[in-house]
């Protein structure tokens, strides 16, 4: 059984910092393809940021030079920093796993692809 657990979300002002957490409970190894989504009321869940085996990033474009993702394969652990945070970046951050080819692990796929999910963590930024 894999549990995802999200933490470090918050409020905080446009222009602010925040680092999210994933731990990884259970086992999943580093084949996995491991990222983060996001969900704002009313809209569909989107891929914010994700990272493949071999550690090769991809980004949504508006958050794109603005968040940093990474992960510790030691530690089952993934990370979200999000640097000049904007209002629009207010949404649930949901940290995902899933056992995919590289090719497949790139910003834009599908939600669907993805078994393991956390809880989320949610991000507010004000103006």
């Known amino acids: 059984q894999v549990q995802l657990v999200e933490s470090g979300g918050g409020s905080v002002q446009a222009g602010g910092t925040l680092r999210l957490s994933c731990e990884v409970l259970?086992?999943?190894?580093?084949?996995?393809?491991m990222g983060w989504f996001r969900q704002a009321p009313g809209r569909e869940r989107e891929g914010v940021a994700l990272?493949?085996?071999?550690?090769?990033?991809t980004y949504r474009g508006s958050v794109q030079g603005r968040f940093t993702i990474s992960r510790d394969n030691a530690k089952n652990a993934l990370f979200l920093q999000m640097d000049s945070l904007k209002p629009e970046d207010t949404a649930m951050y949901y940290c995902?796993?899933?056992?995919?080819?590289?090719?497949?692990?790139?910003?834009?796929?599908?939600?669907?692809?993805?078994?393991?999910w956390g809880q989320g963590t949610q991000v507010t930024v004000s103006s």
């Open positions: 995902a796993a899933q056992n995919l080819q590289n090719a497949l692990c790139r910003v834009g796929i599908s939600s669907l692809y993805f078994e393991h």
């Open positions: 990272i493949d085996s071999v550690g090769r990033t």
């Open positions: 259970g086992h999943i190894d580093s084949r996995y393809c």
